[in-house]
């Protein structure tokens, strides 16, 4: 779209297939974390355990099955998106450029409330913080593998610096996509009119 | 005063309306129920069937990715973590103490010469010592060392049916667990005879135990008293709980 063409109302802000992916990815990593809890338990690595009423599986063998489940569902998923974002140009239109100076500038905005929301528009906040979770999930995959499998891919296990390292590598990505989940759902909430278009595509009508 | 007669069949179609307005609704709701459920009326068991159905795919996607050639990380003497941490179903002072004289590991399924053998005999095999990473499913690891026969080895020895499936395993303290052949042939697959901790503690697996590098830890049978060869899954204590089975690393 030119710039400064103005949008009609029922212009597609997000694509049907870029949507199944979000809500897909949001129930994976969902699942993801809340098992994961439940396994972090079953073996802290820091001075304490999750809440168990907010941990899911149950028990240890039932965590495992959700989480050796939901990884494929958050692995083909984000395959998917990554292929669409790099074919389609998606990722090169909505998250760049990422300088970090306008960058800090926006997200200084957007915790002041005074954030510039163009529909279809991502400001220099938004971009960082999405770049932020992809590689967050990214570095959470890497890392499960190198734990998963620390015979069979230890190449990668060797990477990470080791099967304990990578242990912790893979809290701390947890500990990341949690960071921007809050931060996330804390916007789609606060900012008037963002939420529904992920769910119809469609940006709220001004009446 | 005349007194109003009321007569059933004057409301009947009322009755009727009314009758099939609750069949419908009723119909609806179970319907909408059967939906939400997966037919079965128990959600929890659709749910549970899709999370087994996950892990036996898991099962074939780990068998596919394992690579018979691949040797798990070996490490130096000074790294193995001591004391060894003991973990079992039980608590450790309930661990079996078995008389190594009147030990015999039992054979039995798909092998040739199943007699038994002593402690004396298997120490008479061919011995190999490895230094490994012992994983366990809880996430915790530790590094350990064990002396013993390599299980390819021993499995040649006995005459056991290589192309069979399954390698099943009971034990003294009635644990129980299974591994894939691929598994049992790895150059690493150990009928461990020597084991972590100071000579004489007996707590981790003596006088013999399954040392398998390439899987997690319950996947390696202590105080081993029979090995048998199947082509059918045997399953174990914790898979038969719910735990993955191949449970490779």
């Keep these: 779209m030119s710039a400064g063409a103005a949008r009609k109302s029922d212009d597609i802000l997000h694509p049907l297939l870029l949507r199944i992916v979000h809500w897909i990815n949001a129930f994976a990593v969902i699942v993801m974390i809340l098992s994961g809890w439940r396994i972090y338990n079953a073996s802290p690595l820091f001075g304490f355990e999750f ?20 990884m494929w569902l958050l692995g083909l998923n984000l395959l998917a998106y990554i292929l669409y974002g790099i074919l389609t140009g998606h ?70 610096g080791g099967f304990e390292a990578a242990r912790r590598v893979h809290f701390f990505a947890m500990g990341a996509l949690v960071f921007f989940i809050v931060l996330h759902v804390g916007f789609a909430v606060g900012v008037k009119g963002v939420l529904k278009p992920m769910i119809t595509g469609r940006p709220e009508r001004a009446e | 005063m005349k007194r109003p007669k009321i007569s059933l069949s004057d409301f009947r179609p009322q009755i009727e309306r009314v009758e099939r307005r609750l069949f419908l609704k009723r119909g609806l709701s179970l319907g909408a129920l059967t939906m939400l459920s997966g037919c079965t009326l128990k959600d929890d068991d659709a749910v549970d069937r899709l999370l087994f159905a996950m892990s036996r795919f898991n099962d074939r996607a780990q068998a596919a990715l394992f690579d018979p050639n691949k040797l798990a990380p070996v490490y130096e003497e000074a790294e193995v973590t001591t004391p060894f941490p003991f973990n079992a179903f039980y608590e450790e002072k309930l661990a079996p103490v078995i008389d190594a004289e009147n030990y015999r590991l039992r054979l039995s399924g798909l092998i040739d010469n199943n007699a ?15 230094i490994t990473r012992h994983v366990c499913v809880e996430g915790w690891s530790a590094i350990g060392k064990w002396g013993g026969v390599p299980f390819r080895t021993f499995l040649e020895r006995v005459g056991a049916d290589m192309t069979a499936r399954y390698v099943g395993f009971r034990c003294a303290d009635n644990y129980s667990t299974s591994i894939d052949m691929p598994s049992a042939l790895h150059p690493q697959t150990l009928l461990a005879l020597d ?36 082509n059918d899954n045997p399953g174990g204590y914790w898979e038969d709980k719910g735990y993955n089975w191949f449970s490779g690393s």
């Design chain 1, 51 to 70: 809440p168990v009423g907010f941990t899911l599986g149950g028990w240890l063998a039932g965590a495992l099955a959700w989480h050796f489940a939901a």
């Design chain 1, 91 to 160: 990722f090169r239109r909505r998250f760049l450029p990422l300088w970090p100076g306008p960058v800090l500038q926006d997200l200084k905005d957007a915790f002041a409330g005074r954030a510039v929301h163009a529909p279809g528009r991502y400001h220099g906040g938004q971009r960082a913080a999405y770049v932020f979770a992809i590689l967050s999930i990214i570095l959470a995959i890497v890392s499960g593998l190198a734990i998963w499998k620390p015979v069979q891919l230890q190449e990668l296990t060797a990477l990470m």
């Design chain 2, 116 to 130: 038994p053998w002593t402690l004396r005999e298997l120490r008479a095999l061919p011995q190999a010592t490895q």
């Design chain 2, 195 to 230: 084991f972590p901790g100071h000579a004489g503690e007996t707590k981790y697996g003596f006088p013999v135990k399954i040392r398998i590098p390439t899987k997690l830890g319950f996947k390696n049978p202590k105080h081993v008293t029979e090995i048998f060869v199947t």
